[in-house]
């Protein structure tokens, strides 16, 4: 516990004296030092994959959540490593896509990691568990959030972005109080977006709201013409795109200029403020079950300058999570004392009230979170602003 303490203690005095952020991310194996800063002595390494998309549709997403992880590392290493080693990371491009995950998972533990950070894409992610799973690495899932991933997981993945099942109870909450009582859902059929629809249809139908509309669009998708007149003939109230931010932003523009006047709410593959650039003046008043964005949480402001002067943009939605994942990795392997692959795990399915800049972290039986991070935004002047 002190030595958690104290390595979050020296890291937000780095961040907040400027140490961090000077430069771009070094190469590996050939980090900066900090100018007047005494390099800390490693015995030896701790190599640590991420698995995230780089290429492809998503790649916005898991660039953001790459940086985010490198400034972690930086802190973690400058105030001395992990157990004197220094933490080291490998990279293994999932491209949001099964067939990519599962050759970057198999990279990823040939290469020998004690354990990986990431999973964006639920769909993607799923084969990866199994992987996982069978060598024995420790997987921490930073993003991805599907119910179906709980089902597949062998006990070695943890997810500290909260389930399905909290974010349907989010939106059915947020409908209720806009009044809604019928809601029309739109998915894409992947493992992501299809489970959150179902989830949200049941928790909404429980209530004893009535679903009018339910209905699969395919990916890259670009005439919603005739969905549009099939909600609008409907009689919903409310619509909710549980996918992702690029078509979502089309339907939401072809709705609004087919004359559908009802609320509209995205999921958290939609939560990038992309949507709202793309979908312009029909994205006004929109709302988004969100992840913890870091825009709203005074703890995380040292972070937003730091990636800010580093890569010269705003983190984007799941930027803090996947901070947050490095810290509680660190946290982990130092409670383990070692990097035994069953310590590691055993550390982090015992993970108690961690603090971190989205959650305080305790894991259910089932190695997520106990408590909902979910927050609702607004899309208001082209930007998210934060309802509740």
């Not at 619509?239 to 009802?262: E, F, K, P």
């Not at 992840?291 to 402001?301: E, F, G, H, K």
């Not at 971190?356 to 002047?381: D, H, Q, R, Y």
Request: with cysteine; charged share 20%.
């Amino acid at each position: 516990m002190a030595k958690r303490l104290w390595i979050l203690a020296f890291a937000v005095v780095l961040i907040a004296s400027g140490v961090f952020g000077c430069s771009p991310t070094p190469p590996a194996g050939d980090e900066e030092k900090p100018d007047g800063a005494e390099a800390p002595q490693f015995d030896g390494e701790i190599l640590v994959g991420i698995m995230v998309p780089v290429t492809g549709s998503e790649a916005t997403y898991g660039q953001d959540m790459e940086n985010a992880m490198k400034i972690a590392a930086d802190e973690i290493n400058a105030a001395g490593g992990i157990l004197g080693k220094e933490l080291k990371f490998t990279l293994g491009d999932d491209g949001c896509d099964p067939q990519m995950c599962t050759a970057a998972a198999s990279k990823l533990v040939s290469s020998e990691v004690v354990a990986v950070l990431g999973g964006y894409c639920s769909g993607a992610t799923i084969p990866a568990l199994k992987i996982y799973g069978d060598a024995k690495v420790p997987f921490i899932i930073t993003a991805a959030n599907s119910t179906e991933l709980i089902k597949e997981n062998p006990g070695w993945a943890f997810m500290i972005n909260s389930p399905g099942y909290h974010q349907a109870d989010a939106a059915a909450n947020c409908f209720e109080r806009l009044d809604v009582s019928k809601l029309a859902f739109v998915h894409q059929g992947d493992g992501f977006s299809e489970n959150l629809a179902e989830l949200t249809r049941d928790e909404w139908l429980s209530r004893g709201h009535e679903v009018v509309a339910y209905d699969v669009v395919n990916k890259g998708e670009q005439d919603f013409s005739s969905l549009v007149t099939k909600i609008r003939s409907s009689g919903a109230e409310g619509v909710y795109w549980t996918a992702y931010h690029a078509d979502g932003a089309m339907l939401i523009m072809q709705l609004r200029q087919g004359g559908y006047t009802g609320e509209i709410t995205v999921a958290d593959g939609s939560s990038s403020v992309q949507l709202l650039e793309i979908a312009g003046a029909a994205g006004e008043g929109v709302y988004c079950t969100s992840p913890p964005v870091v825009d709203y949480l005074p703890a995380a402001q040292r972070f937003i300058s730091a990636y800010n002067t580093k890569h010269n943009q705003e983190p984007g939605p799941y930027a803090g999570l996947a901070y947050d994942g490095t810290y509680l990795l660190a946290d982990a392997i130092e409670r383990a004392g070692s990097t035994d692959p069953d310590a590691i795990r055993d550390a982090l399915a015992a993970t108690e009230n961690f603090e971190t800049l989205c959650a305080t972290i305790t894991f259910t039986p089932e190695n997520v979170l106990e408590k909902s991070n979910f927050m609702i935004l607004k899309g208001e002047g082209g930007k998210w602003t934060l309802i509740e």
